[in-house]
């Protein structure tokens, strides 16, 4: 048995090349993750676009509507931060798809791997942060709304607050938000999720992976989740453009057998999203991208899923 993988074609949306986000990104990790043989084809399965109904369980009709028909006013398109295209409306709910795959064939084979994801700055009513749905919260509701699920950890690694889901789930009981973030990056103004972990300006590989391992057995025991829901944002890398962190590649890579080994080990399935990352060197992004997958196979090998 190999990991499972999600990726879609349409993970790729043509987008202004004068723009900053780099959507490209999805296609070229693709193809890093099959190049350097982290991944054979067959591990690849291909998500569906959710129905609006399912995104309508974490956002209000109206702005899902309004997103979807490209009805968004121009303070709201800004707010995200991307131009409207039909293109991007499908890759955007395609990659919520990938999401609500990757943790469903987590739950049937103990882990999975989105090549996309992690959109957690999206609002109920509103996107925010180059974020228009949010995935993580969709997937666990949908899992929740299904019966196959009751409790879920999401553990958000970006080097962004995971606001938008931390509002999304306060006060409910069933899915417990973690974050662990830049203390002075955006978003400006923080919500409150279950734990808030924020980090000083600086922070490196040891203290970093430390302070990860002193909260995250202690979750895992504590919640005892019945899925795991992993936010690999790799904009803590020294090398980002807006990360304000310096995780090397290496540091990178042991975040990861570090959060997959913890769930794994204790029997907890575990999805996976890519979250975050900004940088114009573009194959060293992808590069960063793929530490997860990589980390996610040996796992996955190691523990005979
Ligand atoms: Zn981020």
Known sequence: MDLPIIYHPNYVAPIPTNHRFP???????YELLLADGVAETEQFYTPERPS??????IHTPEYVQAYCQGNLENKEQRRIGLPWSLALANRTCVAVGGTILAAELALQKGMACNTAGGTHHAFPSYGSGFCIFNDLAIASRVLQTQGIVETILIVDLDVHQGDGTAFIFQGDDSVFTFSMHCEVNFPRTKQQSDIDVPLSVGMEDDEYLQTLASYLPDLLSQIKPDLVLYDAGVDPHIGDKLGKLALTDT????????????????GYPIACVIGGGYTDDMKSLVYRHSLLHRAANQVYQQYRL
């Open 23 to 29: 959507m490209a990104k999805f296609q070229q990790l």
């Open 52 to 57: 609006e109904k399912l995104i309508e369980l």
């Open 251 to 266: 540091g990178i890579y042991r975040r990861e057998m570090q959060v997959l080994s913890t769930c794994v080990a204790g």
